[in-house]
T-cell receptor
């Protein structure tokens, strides 16, 4: 079946603009994660959605970052008033509720703030 | 608290050499899961393997093998007869039971370069 889909694959924006990144998880996966990966760095956890539970937002770096997940499926990560340090690859991943289910990652959105 | 440590930041080996990537984890959970992911230069993260905490049997898949030892909280990954295509960043991850909040904890990754 289809994997995790992210759009756009690349986004170049001017400093101060808002951006929206979209993630379409694997059908039936109730858990959805957003990570950020700066050049040559590891995975930085941003936010986690699980079913209808309140999301775990503990990884969001500032209040300029927010995320929604509508209908338990598609998720949008919004970054307001983008800064140059926001430049990174934003990765979305999903998994099922079954024990030991791995995360399945999308190909990411490469965000460049100029 | 959960934590995954990959002490090796970068490793370079010559093609056909064996290489072991170390992973040490910390958790107080009695049931947990361990994963390895590969991130080639193209950027996508590829799932390689998962192990359950109650199954310490080592696993071999072709040139890849994994050594899980609960006594030392380690889940090491060995590539035998390395090839240039193995060049990538490898991430080890710890997974918790569902419904425990953030379920996955990643190490900082080990960048492997295989020199032809």
């Amino acid at each position: 079946g289809a994997g995790v889909s992210q759009s756009p694959s690349n986004k170049v924006t001017e400093k101060g603009k808002d951006v929206e990144l979209r993630c379409d998880p694997i059908s039936g996966h109730t858990a959805l994660y957003w990570y950020r990966q700066s050049l040559g760095q590891g995975l930085e956890f941003l936010i986690y959605f699980q079913g209808n539970s309140a999301p775990d937002k503990s990884g969001l770096p500032s209040d300029r970052f927010s995320a929604e997940r509508t209908g338990g499926s598609v998720s949008t990560l919004t970054i307001q008033r983008t800064q140059q340090e926001d430049s990174a690859v934003y990765l979305c991943a999903s998994s099922s509720l079954w024990d030991n289910s791995p995360l399945h990652f999308g190909n990411g959105t490469r965000l460049t703030v100029t | 608290a959960q934590k995954v440590t990959q002490a090796q930041t970068e490793i370079s080996v010559v093609e056909k050499e064996d290489v072991t990537l170390d992973c040490v984890y910390e958790t107080r959970d009695t049931t947990y899961y361990l994963f390895w992911y590969k991130q080639p230069p193209s950027g996508e993260l590829v799932f390689l393997i998962r192990r359950n905490s109650f199954d310490e049997q080592n696993e071999i898949s072709g040139r890849y093998s994994w050594n899980f030892q609960k006594s030392t909280s380690s889940f090491n990954f060995t590539i035998t007869a390395s090839q240039v295509v193995d060049s990538a960043v490898y991430f080890c991850a710890l997974g918790r039971r569902p419904n425990t909040g953030n379920q996955f904890y990643f190490g900082t990754g080990t960048s492997l370069t295989v020199i032809p």
